[in-house]
């Protein structure tokens, strides 16, 4: 009788290794868990991003004056009979 609850106990610590530290246990769900929270975290601020970068896109798309705002901050234009002045420090 005693080695039948030996051998149970046994078979029960290997069983709790097996499920605490094995491979596919609660340490990998752990981890796991871990990556999509992280993940969720990444989706969220590149969804953000996409809906600031379509805003911005459909404004392109509408209006002129969004057109216009680009044209003078990333291409440096001006409009004529405007006056360029630039300030150097």
Not at 38 to 45: D, G, I, L, P
Request: net charge negative; glycine share 6%; proline share 0%.
């Amino acid at each position: 009788m005693k080695t039948i609850i030996a051998a149970l106990i046994v078979l029960f610590v290997l069983l709790q290794f097996k499920l605490w530290l094995g491979e596919g246990g609660m340490k990998d769900v752990w981890a796991l868990d871990e990556a999509i929270a992280a993940q969720a975290e990444k989706n969220a601020r590149l969804k953000e991003r996409n809906q600031t970068l379509s805003a911005e896109v459909d404004d392109l798309k509408q209006g002129l004056e969004a057109i216009e705002e680009r044209a003078r901050y990333d291409l440096g234009m001006i409009r004529e009979g405007e006056t360029f002045y630039q300030v150097v420090d």
